[in-house]
């Protein structure tokens, strides 16, 4: 793997590919998300108040974002900046 395959198959995905236009599927996208609670901060008791570190991943397909490995020399993977595809909005509300 060079760097011009990768920079190859990103041309020909990223040509056509809109990152404001939500992934083409047969029903509505299917977002997977994993919360982890990471570390208490802090705890006011007489507020019954807790704060804590969390974190999430959120995992869907996009299939704009596929290609035939056997066109691209076996290349089956590359790393591109979050800012680059569709990502879901993500609403957080604590009651």
Known sequence: MSHNDTSVILRDIFAS???????FTDGPVVIN???VL???VE???NEQLAAYVISHTQRWYDRRLQWDPNNYRGQKEV???QSMVWIPKLF???R
Do not use: A, H
Request: glycine share 4%; no cysteine.
């Open 79 to 81: 790393i591109v900046p």
């Open 33 to 35: 998300m994993t919360i």
């Open 38 to 40: 990471g570390i208490l």
């Open 92 to 94: 957080v509300y604590n």
């Open 43 to 45: 705890v006011r008791e």
């Open 17 to 23: 590919y809109d990152k404001r236009v939500i992934p």
